[in-house]
C-alpha cells in the first residue's frame, strides 16, 4: 500500500480510504471490480451492499449460480464480458483485417445497447443477466460459424 498517494486521493476528491478487506461490503451505488477474478462468491455476495455491479475484471462470478444469489439479493449485474468488449472488439477487427476505425467505434458504441437488451431479457424472462448474456453469446457464435460454413 502506498498511504501518502492514497491520503492525496482522498483529500483531492474527498474520498474516505477504506480497508481492503471492507471494500466489498461498502454502501455504493456501483461496485466495478477491475483486477481479480471470481470476487463474486457465495462469501462475498451476501456482503455485498452495492445496487449495480459493473467492472472490469475477467470472471467475476466464482461460479455459474453466482449470478443467482445477485439476482436474488436485487443487484443487477452486467456481465463482464459484455461490458468489457471493447478491447476483443478491437484486436477482433485488427486481426481479420479492413475494418476501419470508424467500424470498431461504431461496433464498441453497440455495448450499451447490448447490456440493455441482456438486461430487459433477464427481466422479462425471470432469469440471470449472466445466463442471458451467455445464451445471446451462444447465439452469436452459432450464426457467425453458419456464416463461416455457408
Known sequence: MRPAAVQRVCE???ARAVPLEDLLAEDVDVLAPCALGAVLNAQSIPRLRARIIAGAANNQLAQGQDGQSLQAAGILYAPDYVINAG?????SREYHGGATEGQVIADIQGIPARLTEIFERAR????TTNAVADQMARELLARHRHKLVA
Not at 87 to 91: A, Q
Not at 124 to 127: F, K
Open 12 to 14: 483531492e476528491f474527498r
Open 87 to 91: 478491447g476483443i472488439i478491437s484486436v
Open 124 to 127: 422479462r424472462e425471470n432469469r
